[in-house]
């Protein structure tokens, strides 16, 4: 497909000087003659008529369809999911009971007084650094560092390869996190001392 | 019978309440979402991959799902519950004894608030992995992690709630982590717990927290994060 020149851009002096990212609108019949003869094909050629920019709401070129309905798609995926999980939570909650122990008497310091499990990592850290590195410091940087993520990472590639840094850093604080988190909780009894999960268990939900 | 169907279908009550027949057309079809309070959070049309369960495995779905049946199962128990160090694990146990399926609504919202925890992780890591937090949606990246933030802080104010010696220790521990901030110290203690301990006010506290402020904020936060996911485009495409 050939795209024409508009006719008059340079011969007309007075025109107003088009600037590059307006439309030029040419309408039939201004330009010179089209060559090749009339319904041979292949031998067409075409003029630009009208260049619409992408940014309108309408969309002028018509993409094979890659989109589904949400409904009834999407809704029945969700609504299977939510049914699926209701019922688990059901079943799990009519299997396990949840734990409640004597009342609180903050004069019986328990034989391992351990924080909730996804702090477990947090007191773990406790027993190598201080209270502040534990309790500030590592926290602090955990959240911000997750949220700086995308700030960091300012390439628009997804694939692992080409984001070779953010992986590391990501996997860093997940598996860091994860590494600490499962040694907290069963790997640690009263005093904090080493105990391996077959000599005893210490964890709570 | 056909007739008191068609009665019922043809009164002013019934089409008040469904202003279309069921949607089994394109066009009602997209009607039926784009005119529900309720499913206009989704778009009229998604794109084909966003259905796939192994695409997103349903995590951030499933998450808020869960915050809602927390909410649910939550109210229920506010019902039997006060926030009194006298009354608080009586309280617990007379729902666990008496109280109409209160055993099974504790169990379910504490199975709950652990397994939202988790979704929220994994859910973090389903975005990550499909590079999810790229432009433009870095900001709603951003809510995500504030969001996993209030999920953590709802689930460990709610621990302390049932008064039992695994919650008072529990939150003893934590929250004396959280004591050692440089410039607060011990006026923190104060800020966090009330006291000097955890006691009466920190237990009104952590109560007040749990079953107002955090899921208030945490609502509001959510109905960012969804908007912006509407707004940056929709769902992300494959790596």
Not at chain 1, 31 to 45: A, D
């Amino acid at each position: 497909m050939t795209i024409e020149k508009r006719p008059n851009a340079t011969a007309d002096k007075n025109a107003p000087t088009q600037a590059p990212d307006r439309a030029p609108i040419v309408s039939p019949g201004t330009g010179p003659k089209l060559p090749g003869p009339p319904g041979v094909p292949g031998t067409e050629r075409f003029r630009l008529l009208a260049y619409v920019k992408q940014e309108s709401m309408v969309r002028v070129d018509k993409r094979p369809d890659e989109t589904l309905l949400t409904w009834p798609h999407l809704l029945r995926a969700e609504f299977l999911m939510a049914m699926l999980i209701s019922g688990l939570l059901v079943v799990t909650s009519l299997w396990i009971q949840a734990p409640l122990e004597e009342m609180a008497n903050p004069a019986v310091t328990p034989h391992v007084a351990k924080a909730p499990w996804y702090f477990l990592g947090l007191q773990e850290i406790l027993s190598y650094f201080n209270a502040t590195v534990a309790g500030v410091v590592v926290p602090t940087f955990y959240l911000v560092g997750l949220a700086a993520i995308p700030f960091i990472d300012r390439t628009p590639f997804k694939a692992a390869r080409d984001r070779k840094l953010m992986w590391v850093f990501f996997l860093c604080l997940m598996l860091g996190g994860l590494f600490v988190t499962l040694i907290g909780s069963f790997f640690r009894g009263p005093g904090w001392n080493w105990v391996w999960p077959w000599e005893g268990l210490f964890f709570n939900l | 019978m056909n007739a008191v169907m068609r009665f019922i279908k043809e009164s002013a009550l019934w089409r008040s309440l469904f202003r279309q027949p069921y949607p089994n057309t394109s066009r009602t079809r997209a009607l039926a979402v784009m005119n529900n309070v309720f499913l206009h959070l989704h778009p009229v049309r998604v794109k084909r991959h966003a259905v796939r369960y192994t695409y997103t495995f349903c995590l951030g779905g499933i998450s808020f799902f869960l915050f809602l049946s927390l909410t649910v199962t939550g109210l229920y128990l506010m019902f039997f519950y006060v926030p009194s160090v006298s009354r608080a694990y009586q309280d617990i146990q007379v729902i666990e004894a008496s109280v109409a399926f209160g055993t099974l609504v504790r169990n379910m919202h504490r199975w709950a608030a652990h397994l939202m925890v988790l979704t929220v992780f994994l859910h973090m890591i389903r975005v990550f992995y499909h590079g999810a937090y790229k432009p433009p949606r870095e900001f709603n990246w951003v809510v995500g992690v504030i969001l996993l933030f209030l999920t953590l802080m709802l689930s460990f104010t709610g621990y302390l709630l049932p008064w039992d010696q695994i919650a008072f220790w529990a939150i003893t521990v934590g929250t004396q982590m959280a004591l050692y901030a440089p410039l607060l110290g011990q006026e923190s203690s104060f800020f966090l717990l009330g006291g000097i301990q955890v006691g009466q006010e920190t237990l009104l506290r952590f109560y007040v927290l749990h079953v107002i402020a955090f899921p208030l904020i945490a609502a509001i936060f959510m109905i960012v994060h969804f908007w912006r996911i509407r707004k940056d485009g929709g769902i992300s495409g494959p790596v």
